[in-house]
Nanobody, 125 residues
Framework: QVQLVESGGGLVQAGGSLRLSCAAS????????MGWFRQAPGKEREFAAG???????YYADSVKGRFTISRDNAKNTLYLQMNSLKPEDTAVYYC???????????????????WGQGTQVTVSS
């Protein structure tokens, strides 16, 4: 079993920055791709960013150039640096661990097994 705990969310003005963290415990996750997803009120959960076991990254078009995903395997921790935030980035952000060991980054929530409880990000205009 893997437990994931997100932190770093909050209220920020448009144009501002936040850094989310996701601490994993229970077992090491370094062999698995991990991702950040987000869910706005009334909308489905969507992929935002992913990082593979080899540290390659992939971003949704909506966040590309503004968000940076990274991981520290020694700390078993995933990060999401969010810059130039927009009101449309407002959502609950979740980190997740892929259900299988592979070299690819998958974007469907159903491909991920373990989820954190989420952290709220609110961007005011």
């Amino acid at each position: 079993q893997v437990q994931l705990v997100e932190s770093g969310g909050g209220l920020v003005q448009a144009g501002g920055s936040l850094r989310l963290s996701c601490a994993a415990s229970g077992r090491t996750v370094s062999n698995y791709a991990m991702g950040w997803f987000r869910q706005a009120p009334g909308k489905e959960r969507e992929f935002a960013a992913g990082i593979s076991r080899s540290h390659s990254t992939y971003y949704a078009d909506s966040v590309k150039g503004r968000f940076t995903i990274s991981r520290d395997n020694a700390k078993n921790t995933l990060y999401l640096q969010m810059n130039s935030l927009k009101p449309e980035d407002t959502a609950v952000y979740y980190c997740a661990v892929d259900r299988t060991i592979s070299w690819s980054i998958r974007t469907a929530p159903t491909e991920y097994d373990y989820w954190g409880q989420g952290t709220q990000v609110t961007v005011s205009s």
